[in-house]
């Protein structure tokens, strides 16, 4: 009986049974779904799920008013329709200064922000200094807009001011300064309004009254001329004594007709005669003096009657810039813009964010989107090589 010999070597019908089907397998894997899907809803699930710090947000609502605008008018209701109401602009200059580098500095002379904003413990990609984060103003300017959030409802009116921190106490604190610091932002405007209010109105008066000194000067330089103290008031005594005079030639003259109808030999008629021509060169004098020459008093009364009403205007401007002084240091007295507290900078007892489902859903869905215009490229490629 003979040996059994081996013929054949390799590898048996089982091992290539398990090769086939471990190639098999990892040929079927959807390598790119789970590149583009797998791994980074993945990697949302570890971070959002075991990394992410919590964060509580503190919530204030206020809003940027005048007294005036408490029934606002009908322009101011057009103008509010197209979005250029003053308060809008009121508002988003407290918006502004909130999240400007001034507001920043005014929060950091009460907090030290960083420290805030970088508790111990908190997560790298949460905090601030994240690692590819400056230390420097500009740095943490540029983070603080991350945990700042300043809206406006244009239908209200109302501003809401959002500040995100790594402990409760932390957000209600920074919120309630940051608040403060729009509280003294719109101060100033006050002040600021009304001291240049009150500084024009004070220029304004003192305009006034060199105007009306100068106008009195040149009346008084006038008189002192013309020697008149009012040249209407010797054009009307003069136009009073004309008339006294033609009354009294008028009865000369009926005195000497009657004379000479009843004794035209009288030697009192040459008398009269002489009296009646006496009182017409005193008449034709008198007229002289006012109107006929350039010495009369008629162009005389035309340069003091704009004088006068230089002055009456002068003294009119003044009355009014006076008025005005006194108006705008009332005002200055009243503040004329308000932030007005709706709801205070509350202290959250839960955190917040980040929102862990919605974010890991967020990112799942992006990475589906993504994949799916992948294999809709994708496809378009290989049919186009093969038109090809």
Not at 134 to 162: C, M, N, P, W
Not at 202 to 207: F, I, T
Request: aromatic share 6%.
């Amino acid at each position: 009986m003979s040996e059994p010999r081996l013929t054949y070597l390799g590898p048996t019908p089982d091992a290539e049974d398990r090769g086939r089907s471990t190639s098999d397998w990892r040929s079927r894997l959807p390598w790119p779904f789970l590149i583009v899907v797998g791994v980074p809803t993945l990697l949302a699930v570890l971070y959002f799920g075991l990394i992410a710090s919590p964060r509580y947000v503190s919530e204030a609502r206020f809003i940027v008013r005048a007294p005036s605008e408490m029934q606002p008018s009908s322009l101011g209701v057009a103008l509010g329709g197209i979005g250029v109401a003053q308060a809008q602009t009121d508002a988003f200059a407290v918006h502004e200064h909130i999240r400007s580098r001034d507001g920043l500095r005014e929060l950091g002379a009460r907090y030290d922000v960083a420290a805030l904003l970088g508790r111990p413990g908190v997560d790298v990609f949460s905090r601030y200094p994240r690692p590819w984060e400056s230390r420097s103003f500009e740095g943490r300017h540029k983070a603080f807009q991350r945990f700042v959030t300043v809206g406006y409802d244009s239908t209200t009116g109302i501003s809401t001011l959002r500040v995100e921190a790594f402990r409760p106490q932390d957000a209600q604190g920074m919120a309630e300064a940051l608040l403060q610091g729009g509280e003294r932002l719109v101060n100033r405007l006050n002040e600021r309004a009304a001291a240049d209010a009150v500084a024009q109105a004070e220029r304004a008066q003192l305009e006034a009254q060199a105007r009306l000194a100068a106008v009195q000067a040149r009346l008084t330089s006038f008189r002192n001329r013309e020697r008149f103290i009012d040249p209407q008031r010797a054009a009307a005594e003069s136009t009073a004594l004309i008339g006294e005079l033609l009354a009294a030639v008028a009865g000369l003259r009926a005195e000497r007709s009657q004379l000479a109808a009843e004794a035209p030999q009288s030697p009192q008629l040459p008398s009269l005669d002489s009296r009646i021509s006496a009182y017409e060169r005193q008449i034709a004098a008198e007229r002289a003096k006012i109107a006929g020459d350039a010495g009369s008093l008629a162009p005389r009364v035309g340069a003091y009657e704009e004088l006068v009403l230089e002055r009456e205007f002068a003294d009119r401007q003044l009355t009014q810039a006076a008025a005005a002084l006194v108006e705008a240091r009332q005002e200055a007295r009243r503040q004329t813009l308000y932030l007005e507290r709706i709801v205070d900078p509350g202290r959250p007892d839960e955190a917040m964010l980040p929102r862990r489902w919605l974010s890991i859903l967020t990112v799942l869905l992006s990475s589906l989107l993504v994949y799916a215009l992948g294999r809709l490229i994708w496809a378009g490629v290989r049919e186009h090589r093969q038109d090809g």
